[in-house]
C-alpha cells in the first residue's frame, strides 16, 4: 500500500447504505468538479472521473448518469448552498445567497468552462441552464409570484459584477458586498414596479 492509499478508507463489500451512497456520490462529484475546472468539459472522461473517485464507470452511471448528467450534478449541488425551502426563507435572504454563490469562483469556473464549450456540446449547455440558472428564476418566481419579475431580478442580481468576475476583472465579493448587491437589486426592481 502507498502512502497515497494509506489513508483511504477501504470500502466494505454488499450494498452501501444511504450515508455511503451519499458519500460516495459526493465523492464523484467531488472528482469530476475538479476535472471539469482543470480540463474542461470536452477533455474530461467517464473513465477519468471514475479513476479520480476510485470508483468503476459502472458506479458513476449507477450513482449519477452519464457525463452531462454528472455535470447536471455538479451545478446542482450549487443549488444546495443557494436553495432551502421556500417556507423557510425570504426573498432578501435568497437573493444574498444568489449572489454570494454565482459570484464565487467555482460558479464563476463552470460558468466560463460553459460558455467556451457550449457550441461543441449544446446538451451541457441546457443542462447547465436547466440545474442552475432556471431552477433559480423558478425559486424567485414562486417567492414574488411573477416569473418575468423573477427573470429580471435573477439578470439584475448577476449584472454587471457578474460579466466581471467572468472576465477575470474582480475578485468575489465579501459577504457585506453580496447583501449590498442584493439589496440594491432588489431595491431598483422595487423602484421599477
Request: no cysteine.
Amino acid at each position: 500500500m502507498t502512502d497515497s492509499s494509506a489513508g483511504e478508507a477501504v470500502r466494505k463489500r454488499g450494498r452501501p447504505t444511504e450515508t455511503e451512497r451519499a458519500q460516495r456520490r459526493d465523492e464523484i462529484l467531488d472528482a469530476a468538479q475538479q476535472l471539469f475546472l482543470e480540463r474542461g468539459y470536452g477533455d474530461v472522461s467517464l473513465d477519468q472521473i471514475a479513476s479520480a473517485a476510485s470508483v468503476t464507470k459502472r458506479t458513476i452511471y449507477a450513482y449519477v448518469g452519464d457525463k452531462t448528467a454528472v455535470f447536471a450534478a455538479v451545478v446542482s449541488r450549487l443549488n444546495q448552498l443557494i436553495l432551502i425551502p421556500a417556507e423557510h426563507v425570504d426573498l432578501e435572504a435568497l437573493a444574498i445567497r444568489l449572489v454570494l454563490t454565482l459570484h464565487s469562483d467555482v460558479a464563476i469556473s463552470l460558468h466560463r468552462m460553459v460558455i467556451a464549450e457550449a457550441l461543441q456540446f449544446p446538451d451541457l449547455a441546457r443542462s447547465f441552464h436547466a440545474a442552475g440558472p432556471q431552477k433559480y428564476i423558478d425559486t424567485l418566481g414562486d417567492l414574488i409570484g411573477n416569473s418575468a419579475a423573477a427573470e429580471q431580478l435573477f439578470a439584475v442580481l448577476l449584472g454587471e459584477p457578474h460579466r466581471r468576475r467572468l472576465l477575470g476583472l474582480d475578485g468575489p465579493p465579501t459577504p457585506a458586498e453580496a447583501e449590498a448587491h442584493a439589496k440594491a437589486a432588489l431595491s431598483s426592481l422595487r423602484l421599477q414596479g
